[in-house]
């Protein structure tokens, strides 16, 4: 059973970075994150896949933000440089176990597995 336990959140300046980490235990097809806002549905931010390494992003953060994972330490990590106050929102890792697609990469409906969340707030 996949569990994800993530850290990182905090409070930043506009303009600022962090770094989120999501260990994750268990075999999982797809690996990313997504993010909630106060009054906002749940949107996708970035996604990688643990074969091949394939990156997606929300058009909203390309260019910005950079996915990665290292698979010695079983850890997913977002790099987050040049934060708006608009990124501020409950950021979950979220895990792709069963491998289908009927869904798309962007769709919550596609992750099985969600972390509890940890808040970034860009002030």
């Known amino acids: 059973h996949v569990q994800l336990v993530e850290s990182g959140g905090d409070s930043v300046q506009a303009g600022g970075s962090l770094r989120l980490s999501c260990v994750a235990s268990?075999?999982?097809?797809?690996l990313g994150w997504f993010r909630q806002a106060p009054g906002k549905e749940r949107e996708v931010v970035a996604v990688i896949t643990t074969g091949a390494g394939r990156t997606y992003y929300a058009d909203s953060v390309k260019d910005r933000f950079i996915i990665s994972l290292d698979n010695a330490e079983n850890t997913l990590y977002l790099q987050m440089n040049n934060l708006t106050p608009e990124d501020t929102a409950i950021y979950y890792c979220?895990?792709?176990?069963?491998?289908?697609?009927?869904?798309?990469?962007?769709?919550?409906?596609?992750?099985?597995?969600w972390g509890q969340g940890t808040q970034v707030t860009v002030s």
């Open positions: 268990g075999y999982t097809y797809r």
């Open positions: 979220v895990a792709d176990t069963r491998g289908t697609r009927l869904h798309t990469w962007d769709s919550p409906s596609r992750y099985n597995i």
